[in-house]
């Protein structure tokens, strides 16, 4: 899953690809790249200037018609909250509706519902939207994460979306401390285990950049070994700023793994 973020103000790319052309210009190098889908996101997930429902929009649903047009098959995904927003990109050509905030606005999956979209379950820790973390605390954060994703999983199915289209996401460093985000790491097969498809979203996270006391743009090898660990013990869906390395180690995890043959086995045989 490439990350294209139609925000001036990302953590990581700094508004890289809050311009039209610029955007649509990441988009295609990422499929190129070997994305198998795209998140649009139209607010920065962090602090910062307050974004609009309407400027949320304007961001994302023509974009998102846009991309459709170009790519046909591409699977698309929009990171939003706002119940408004989910709507109005589903029907625009959004497949997937990646709902970070874990159903703060409790309207959302009725979205997903009406138009056969997917939806992202995920953890926060009941923090409100654009808001970071504190002293969070939890007796289990992997049995908090668990019970939060799969009640909101069970919920979207009973509100009518489709079961082949949820995925959880224990959502590393949102309503989490360092120690949480790598706990969560270490202990992924426990939320592979619950049957549900696992996106993780490790990427330049602050707890690689605090544990390797790196900033945001020297993070991606702690990205590619979060990313293969989580890979090896049973994530699905890895949202990812650099697709051809994240494609390359997660090729040669699916490998490893016995799921997918190697390109080549010329070495020694011939």
Same mark, same amino acid.
């Given at each position: 899953m490439a990350i294209v973020n139609r925000t001036p103000? %990302?953590?990581?790319?700094? $508004?890289?690809?809050?311009?039209?052309?610029?955007?649509?210009?990441?988009?295609?190098?990422?499929?190129?790249?070997?994305?198998?889908?795209?998140?649009?996101?139209?607010?920065?997930?962090?602090? @910062?200037?307050?974004?609009? *429902?309407?400027? *949320?929009?304007? +961001?994302?649903?023509?974009?998102?018609? $846009?991309?459709?047009?170009?790519?046909?098959?591409?699977?698309?995904?929009?990171?939003?909250? +706002? %119940?408004?927003?989910?709507?109005? !990109? !589903?029907?625009? $050509?959004?497949?997937?509706?990646?709902?970070?905030? %874990?159903?703060?606005? /409790?309207?959302? !999956?009725?979205?997903?519902? *009406? #138009? $056969?979209?997917?939806?992202?379950?995920?953890h926060v820790g009941g923090l409100s939207p654009r808001t970071d973390p504190h002293r969070m605390a939890y007796d289990d954060v992997v049995a908090d994460v668990i019970s939060t994703t799969t009640r909101l999983a069970d919920r979207a199915v009973a509100a009518g979306v489709r079961r082949d289209g949820i995925l959880i996401d224990p959502t590393h460093d949102f309503g989490k401390n360092t120690l949480q985000s790598l706990e969560l790491t270490r202990r992924l097969d426990e939320l592979a285990a619950t049957g549900w498809p696992v996106l993780v979203?490790? %990427?330049?996270?602050? #707890?690689?950049?605090?544990?390797?006391?790196?900033? /945001?743009?020297?993070?991606?090898? @702690?990205?590619?070994?979060?990313?293969?660990?989580?890979?090896?013990?049973?994530?699905?869906?890895?949202?990812?700023?650099?697709v051809p390395a994240a494609r390359q180690a997660l090729d040669l995890i699916a490998v490893l793994r016995g799921t997918a043959q190697p390109a080549g086995t010329r070495r020694s045989l011939a």
């Open positions: 103000d %990302s953590f990581f790319d700094r $508004g890289a690809t809050f311009a039209t052309d610029a955007a649509y210009a990441a988009i295609d190098q990422a499929v190129a790249d070997g994305a198998d889908l795209v998140d649009i996101g139209g607010v920065k997930a962090g602090y @910062g200037e307050p974004v609009s *429902e309407d400027e *949320e929009l304007r +961001r994302t649903v023509d974009f998102v018609a $846009g991309i459709r047009e170009r790519h046909p098959s591409l699977v698309i995904s929009v990171d939003t909250y +706002r %119940s408004g927003v989910a709507r109005r !990109v !589903v029907e625009a $050509g959004a497949d997937l509706l990646n709902d970070t905030w %874990s159903g703060s606005d /409790p309207d959302l !999956v009725y979205a997903a519902a *009406e #138009f $056969g979209a997917g939806l992202v379950c995920s979203a490790v %990427s330049n996270k602050d #707890f690689i950049g605090e544990t390797l006391e790196l900033p /945001p743009g020297q993070r991606g090898n @702690g990205t590619l070994a979060a990313l293969s660990i989580s890979a090896w013990l049973g994530a699905r869906v890895f949202r990812v700023h650099d």
